[in-house]
Nanobody, 115 residues
Framework: VQLVESGGGLVQAGGSLRLSCAAS????????MRWYRQAPGKQRELVAQ???????FYADSVKGRFGISRDKSKNTLYLQMNGLKPEDTATYFC??????????WGQGTQVTVSS
């Protein structure tokens, strides 16, 4: 399985970006997909999660501003980011947990929010 993120970039505070994560290979029916982010000098943190049953979870810092979704027919995960803040600046990583035991990471996409 390979995960390839796209959609990062430079945006002004208050702006929006939509990240995509395309999964290739057999990801199975029972899986969890997440977005993590890591800012320079900080630990990687969970941003949002969606299960194969479409249950979602958001970190408090992004709740109400970010939306996670997936297109199962395309094996693609999305993160719609609205109301971006400078503190959202980080490298964003896509993550897949398949069959409750196999995990995969994407290479990351940079998001930079200017004030």
């Amino acid at each position: 399985v390979q995960l390839v993120e796209s959609g990062g970039g430079l945006v002004q505070a208050g702006g929006s970006l939509r990240l995509s994560c395309a999964a290739s290979g057999n990801i199975g029916s029972f899986n969890v997909m997440r977005w993590y982010r890591q800012a320079p000098g900080k630990q990687r943190e969970l941003v949002a999660q969606i299960t194969s049953g479409d249950y979602t979870f958001y970190a408090d810092s992004v709740k109400g501003r970010f939306g996670i979704s997936r297109d199962k027919s395309k094996n693609t995960l999305y993160l719609q980011m609205n109301g971006l803040k400078p503190e959202d600046t980080a490298t964003y990583f896509c993550y897949l947990l398949a069959a409750r035991q196999y995990d995969y990471w994407g290479q990351g996409t940079q998001v930079t929010v200017s004030s």
